[in-house]
T-cell receptor, first 114, second 107 residues
């Protein structure tokens, strides 16, 4: 299957700082990528759709200014958590689809804000 | 939007037993996938199955699109099958996840 790579896998940051998470499609081009958030023992919640060359589409209730998404190329989308607070601590995971078939997911990023 | 419900929420099995996990969805879909989330959080693709039946080793899946449900069968379960199983559906590009079934296989 296709490969989606996410970096870093784990990050600890101080309150008030910003953290950038990268999502790359390694063997295919992706005009669209998706960002999810998962709380412990919970399901994956879609945060936003990342669109190459245009603005991201955010799901209801997701703060655009808190979670900045940039999709600068056909193989890279980034999620920046700005002015992070402890409540932003979570597992963030991205996905992409080669063509119009199944989605593949990155390894995920475990963010801890202290 | 589309609603995805999974059952049961939790399942405990003895090694060697068989199990069936169910996924109900509220509207027609063009994509349905089953995933296994490992202890490190990685989502492992099990099946892409918007309709029909597929088999891969001890696992198989069936989706009856007209009745809006999908089933994941695990036969001769092993302790390594433990973890959370998710069903996810989409009408367009974005996948919506069910709440998952947490499976624990005891030796």
């Amino acid at each position: 299957g296709a490969v989606v790579s996410q970096h870093p896998s784990r990050v600890i940051c101080k309150s008030g700082t910003s953290v950038k998470i990268e999502c790359r499609s390694l063997d295919f081009q992706a005009t669209t990528m998706f960002w999810y958030r998962q709380f412990p023992k919970k399901s994956l919640m879609l945060m936003a759709t990342s669109n190459e060359g245009s603005k991201a589409t955010y799901e209801q209730g997701v703060e655009k200014d808190k979670f900045l998404i940039n999709h600068a190329s056909l193989t890279l989308s980034t999620l920046t958590v700005t002015s992070a607070h402890p409540e932003d601590s979570s597992f963030y995971i991205c996905s992409a689809r080669p063509g119009n078939t199944e989605a593949f997911f990155g390894q995920g990023t475990r963010l801890t804000v202290v | 939007g589309i609603q995805v419900e999974q059952s049961p929420p939790d399942l405990i099995l003895q090694e060697g037993a068989n199990s069936t996990l169910r996924c109900n969805f509220s509207d027609s879909v063009n994509n349905l996938q089953w995933f296994h989330q490992n202890p490190w959080g990685q989502l492992i693709n099990l099946f892409y199955i918007p309709s029909g039946t597929k088999q891969n080793g001890r696992l198989s899946a069936t989706t009856v699109a007209t009745e809006r449900y999908s089933l994941l069968y695990i036969s001769s379960s092993q302790t390594t099958d433990s973890g959370v199983y998710f069903c996810a559906c989409s009408q367009g590009g974005k996948l919506i996840f069910g709440q998952g079934t947490e499976l624990s296989v005891k030796p």
